[in-house]
Nanobody, 128 residues
Framework: VQLQAFGGGLVQVGGSLRLSCVAS????????VGWFRQALGKEREGVVC????????FDDDSVKGRFTISIDNSLNTVYLQMNRVDLEDTAVYFC??????????????????????WGQGTQVTVSS
């Protein structure tokens, strides 16, 4: 299973950016898929995830109403739409997947060590 994330870059406060994560070796809409981020000097944290079983979405309070996860099954790609970004959103963003869709829950979103498959990360920098 390979996940490749891209789409990061420089964006101004209040702007938008869309990240993409292409999966190979597994269907992206099986199990759980999600986005995590790691700011410089901080631990990796969960941003948002969705699970195949019931399409439910869990997201961190810091991104509620601003970030959205979606899946294009035809392209086997997961997206992270980032709107109204702020300086605290600056981080390396990773996509992740797990065969167990229970990995996408409010509890396991905060436990990145529970997720099995990881992409390489893409840098998002928000400027003022």
């Amino acid at each position: 299973v390979q996940l490749q994330a891209f789409g990061g870059g420089l964006v101004q406060v209040g702007g938008s950016l869309r990240l993409s994560c292409v999966a190979s070796g597994r269907a992206v809409d099986r199990g759980a898929v999600g986005w995590f981020r790691q700011a410089l000097g901080k631990e990796r944290e969960g941003v948002v995830c969705t699970r195949a079983r019931d399409k439910q979405i869990f997201d961190d309070d810091s991104v509620k109403g601003r970030f959205t996860i979606s899946i294009d099954n035809s392209l086997n790609t997961v997206y992270l739409q980032m709107n109204r970004v702020d300086l605290e959103d600056t981080a390396v963003y990773f996509c992740a997947a797990d065969a167990d869709d229970y990995s996408c829950s409010s509890y396991y979103l905060s436990k990145p060590e529970n997720w099995r498959y990881w992409g390489q990360g893409t840098q998002v920098t928000v400027s003022s």
